[in-house]
């Protein structure tokens, strides 16, 4: 009975994976090319939704776009360029910047592209999400198999958790300042019990959350509380020693976009108060990803790759490292949702709440989905 079970589970974790590789690639095939006017309001309607940009000295003839823009910051522009090129019929994207007279470039229109002073609720983050760091607040579903683990084997890990971004501004220099609240949880299942126990999860929430954005250059700056409960299932095996696991820090991390397809980061963090009251204080992060900057099925798809290795004092600095591979499928209707099938190798201290004192390594299998 167990084993039909446990078979059970494979196959509609297998089923699940099927689904989510293949219901974006047929989501993202793109209409046949078209004339310069949908091209025209394709871009109109691409600017306005996902930037918050209204332009009117937008131009399209024989394919090119070109748009008067002010006041936006090399790292949007790049977005903007990535974006309209993936609009079908597209062959360039063009700008006119402030200072050089539009009619020597014959743009019709008088005014150019500007970012508002203040948006509420606005899309994305100035901070990019970092792909390989295991307490991200993302939504995913993740297969684990441990290695060497007298304990665990087979595990599931899911989070459910996203970062809103509440008010962005411009800052009195080109660049753009953002305040927002990251909340999470994430929960670990031992799929080898009987009824799939639930080991342990962890509640995580973040306010305020800062971030700036000039250029290729992006900070983030959060005061953060997070918890950790064991399963009521998980504590009722023999010998199970529970702790009051909760703390509240911050942190600060310096990110640079050395192109498209390379972005580094770094920076560290400060526990500010600890329960139990003996947990070293201090921790640091580096890291870096790789995006592949040509796409493949029909523009639908790229691969990603991005390494995280964090070192804290509690466990002597000794090394986590956190590696990801996998493919990234995306929309140019949609800049910032993005939906990632990635294979993650783990070895380290335990990023699961109350297991922190514990080695572990694991290779897992997972989808994770960003808003």
Known sequence: MKLEKKNAVKEIFSVLLICLV????????????????????????????EFNLRCSSLEVKDGVIT???????????????????????????????????????????ATECKLPEHQF???????????????????????????????????????????FSLLRCNSLTKGQWEMGIEAAVFSLFDLDADSYDLINSDFRVAFPYISYCYGKLSTLWRLFHQSSHLGDEYLLRDNINSINLSYEGMD???????????????????????????LEKWSTQVGIELESPKHFLNTAARPIAAVDLQHRQES????DLSLKIG???????????????????????????????????YISIGNHIYF
Not at 77 to 99: H, M, N, Q, R
Not at 142 to 159: R, T, W
Not at 252 to 277: C, E, T, W
Not at 316 to 319: G, I, K, L, Q, S
């Open 121 to 163: 609720l606005p899309k994305g983050q100035l901070f990019g999400p970092l792909l390989a760091d295991p307490r991200w607040a993302h939504f995913s579903a993740s297969y684990l198999n441990c290695i060497d683990n007298k304990e665990f084997n087979h595990m599931g890990a899911v989070s459910f958790g996203e970062t």
């Open 316 to 319: 002597d600095w000794n090394r």
């Open 67 to 109: 748009i008067g823009i002010r006041n936006i910051p090399d790292k949007i522009d790049e977005k903007i360029i990535t974006t309209l090129s993936d609009i079908p019929g597209v062959i360039k994207v063009k700008f006119i910047y402030a200072g050089v007279d539009p009619a020597d470039l014959k743009v019709s229109g």
């Open 252 to 278: 600060m991390l310096l990110s640079y976009d050395f192109s498209k397809a390379v972005r580094v980061y770094g920076g560290g963090g400060y526990l500010i108060h600890r329960n139990p009251s003996d």
């Open 327 to 361: 493919i990234q499928f995306e929309t140019p209707q949609s800049l910032t949702k993005k939906y990632q099938l990635l294979l993650e190798y783990y070895k380290g201290y335990s990023p699961h709440g109350q297991f922190y004192s514990r080695r572990i390594e």
């Open 22 to 49: 293949f219901i974006p690639i047929f989501a993202t095939a793109k209409p046949a090319p078209t004339d310069d006017r949908y091209i025209e309001g394709y871009a109109t309607a691409v600017l306005e939704r």
